[in-house]
């Protein structure tokens, strides 16, 4: 019977044999009371620090623009940066517009409707349109947050329907992943709007594209679609929506200049409040880089001066008030500088994460200024609309009606098309390996740590047959490594570096890899990698970026600061084998091991430098080009996938590099974390196997449970 190599590790601790001793006999930071309960938040520590650094580099040019010559130059280099965060647009196509159904209602008349913002790719939307209005009326578009019916949640209907008795066309369009554009339907996804958003976030982001780019573009197709109608006036739209919406409604007025006015909700503050409260939140709402390239929300509204803008607030909104303050704050001295001062406004109320309606009048009162529609800004009951009147198609739902493109198959070709060029390239460039390890460490982020090293030994436990020696090595940051030292009585001379996705606890199991090595006279080193063990923890707890327990806001911020995990990972699996050299002046050889997700963590360490006599890879994820094409693949394996890679290079271009230094792979996943087979297995990594005898590269998969750990032990010899 054959079995995959970590689920049989869990059924030899399940079943085989008993635990070998505590977990907290494995702790290394427990005895050092200094660190208690800061190593869990340690790596989230170091980015955040990494963040406000660049945000102080940010202030220090903010503070040197005083003149209107100066904020404009500012204006036109935030408008190319966020070109460059946001990634390409595609061309514009035809919107091939649909109304679907009418809905004659006191006051009004309701259209329901769908376009193509891209080919086959639609987008639900309904515009209301007030039966007592100017000829050429101003229209407001709307963006709804994270409500799983989109527009059509209470809270945003009464807002609209209150625009629409004053006079204003509305035009509100379904997000992606809500309303009738939800992409994973039933039991699929089970938590909404905010997983649909960051779980297919994470593929294009693996892709280079923010997931933003999809979110503002059907924005941009919005307004084109506006602008064909009649009733439009093209020179009065407006733009709103809170939450998330308030997000989209931020973004899109500051990337599409006929957008006149604009009132984002409940997000503005700034990236240092942010992450200093509920961290950065789902995936459309991070883009590429953004942080290091010095773009805070306040660019949102400045880069648009002096047209209309109105932040709206609220003094408990999880998206915190100072930073709101903050930002009105700045960006009223671009407005100062360009002549408008009473142009950008602020209003605020105390409330949770809310439409209050001091809020909602001070939004009507500021649209009817600014986009020339005076009346009475009191707030109106209104009758609100069921979900299914609302519906554009027969049952709700896009997707099976139109056999509607996703951003999930979108990112798909996309990502093909990329890995297409790649390959291209690879033929073509002569200095395509050469290259490649610029490109791990430039994408990655890698940063080449300090060369002196301190190391605290934290005591010994003694064991039948070896003892085990607690460390703590200082990392590539403030902050150290909890290492256990695996030594057998009688020594091969050989140490293994194991670096296992449950960290340093794998030690704790009888049968386990470690254990079985040890026992066969190896040293093995076995550490907690950052956001591993007892630096595990790493991110602020809730929010809107937690999938399957895994961190993805923790990843996130590594976007935003181009400061990715796996790069630290990479750095501090260089640190621990200059700490095993140091450690063994006689010059033995050192073979590393990776599990899951962390192979591929070790793959890039090797590439950018091999102190490695051998590798071993168990259950390697098979490429990042899997993450984007299995529309339900293990969040896990985010956390060691670097964004953007696939343009430049793929994990089997790491294989092939590395082969020829004696590299085995057992059983190849897919990022399903199923075991793709040997015939595929062959085809992904041809490249290597034809460069390469058997005895120095090497693939195995479906191995029989009793001959694994053997294998293991005859490949390290």
């Avoid at 090595?517 to 190896?522: A, E, H, I, Y």
Wanted: proline share 5%.
């Amino acid at each position: 019977m054959k079995f995959n190599v970590l689920l049989l590790l869990t059924a030899c601790f399940l079943g085989f044999s008993n635990v070998v001793f505590a977990q907290d006999e494995l702790s290394v930071y427990d005895y050092w009371k200094y660190y208690e309960g800061t190593p869990g938040s340690i790596f989230y520590k170091q980015l955040s620090s990494r963040a406000s650094s660049q945000l102080e580099k940010r202030k220090a040019v903010i503070e040197k623009l005083k003149t209107k010559a100066d904020w404009q130059k500012r204006q036109a280099e935030v408008r190319a940066k966020l070109m460059k965060a946001v990634g390409p647009f595609p061309e514009k196509t035809s919107l091939n517009p649909v109304i679907t159904g009418t809905l004659k209602k006191e006051g009004y008349t309701v259209e329901k409707l769908y376009y193509e913002s891209r080919p086959g790719y639609y987008v639900t939307a309904a515009m209301f349109i007030p039966d007592q209005r100017q000829e050429k009326a101003p229209a407001i578009i709307y963006c709804s947050g994270h409500s799983e019916n989109g527009f059509r949640a209470e809270a945003y209907q009464h807002i609209m329907l209150n625009y629409v008795k004053k006079g204003f066309i509305v035009l509100a369009f379904d997000p992606i992943g809500q309303g009738e554009r939800i992409q994973y339907a039933g039991t699929e996804l089970k938590k909404g709007a905010v997983n649909e958003h960051s779980y297919g976030g994470v593929q294009s982001f693996v892709s280079g594209l923010p997931p933003a780019n999809y979110f503002i573009w059907d924005g941009i197709r919005t307004v084109d679609y506006l602008l064909t109608r009649k009733e439009v006036d093209p020179a009065r739209i407006g733009i709103a929506g809170r939450s998330g919406g308030g997000t989209q409604s931020a973004y899109i007025a500051a990337m599409d200049e006929r957008i006149l006015a604009a009132a984002p909700e409940c997000y503005i503050t700034t990236f240092d409040k942010l992450i200093r409260s509920n961290g950065p939140q789902d995936a459309e709402q991070n883009l590429m880089y953004g942080i290091e390239n010095g773009i805070d929300m306040s660019d949102f509204l400045e880069v648009r001066a002096p047209k209309p803008a109105l932040i709206v607030a609220t003094t408990r909104d999880i998206f915190a008030i100072q930073g709101a303050r903050d930002a009105f704050g700045e960006a009223r001295k671009a407005y100062h500088a360009l002549g408008k001062p009473d142009q950008m406004q602020l209003t605020e109320d105390d409330a949770g994460h809310a439409s209050t309606l001091k809020n909602r009048e001070a939004s009507y009162a500021f649209f009817q200024k600014f986009l020339g529609n005076p009346g009475s800004p009191e707030d109106q009951k209104v009758e609100i609309l069921t979900d299914k009147e609302l519906y554009v198609t027969p049952d709700g739902q896009v997707a099976a009606f139109l056999k509607s493109e996703t951003m999930f198959s979108l990112n798909k070709r996309y990502a093909e098309r990329l890995a297409e060029k790649r390959e291209q390239n690879r033929k073509t460039g002569a200095d395509y390996h050469k290259n490649l390890r610029e490109s791990v460490i430039s994408i990655s982020g890698y940063e080449k740590p300090d060369a002196k090293r301190e190391v605290v030994f934290s005591g010994r436990i003694q064991k039948a047959g070896y003892a085990i020696e607690k460390y703590l090595v200082k990392g590539s940051g403030d902050y150290y490594l909890p290492v256990l030292w695996l030594k057998p009585k009688t020594s091969t001379g050989n140490t293994i570096l194991y670096f296992d996705e449950r960290g340093k606890s794998a030690v704790a199991q009888k049968g386990g890899m470690a254990e079985q090595l040890v026992s066969q006279g190896f040293e093995v080193v076995v550490p907690d990698l950052s956001g591993v063990g007892e630096l595990g923890s790493g991110f602020i707890k809730g929010g809107d970026s937690i999938i399957d327990d895994i961190p993805l806001n923790l990843w996130f911020e590594g976007i935003l600061t181009h400061r990715n995990l796996v790069a630290v990972r990479a750095e501090e699996i260089g640190i621990l084998a200059d700490f095993v050299k140091n450690a063994n002046p006689q010059n033995t050889p050192v073979t590393a091991i990776a599990s899951g997700t962390l192979t591929s963590d070790l793959l890039h360490a090797a590439t950018i430098n091999n102190p490695f006599k051998k590798l071993v890879l168990i259950n390697p994820l098979v490429s990042y080009q899997s993450i984007t094409e299995e529309k339900f693949y293990k969040p896990k394996f985010a956390l060691s996938a670097v964004p953007g890679a696939i343009p430049a290079y793929d994990l089997p271009d790491l294989v092939t590099t590395l082969s020829s230094k004696g590299l085995l792979m057992i059983n190849p996943v897919s990022a399903t974390e199923k075991e793709i087979g040997q015939e595929r297995s062959e085809a992904v990594f041809n490249r290597a196997l034809k460069q390469n005898k058997p005895e120095v590269f090497r693939i195995v998969n479906g191995w029989e449970a009793e001959g694994i750990f053997e294998a293991v032990v005859d490949w390290v010899k």
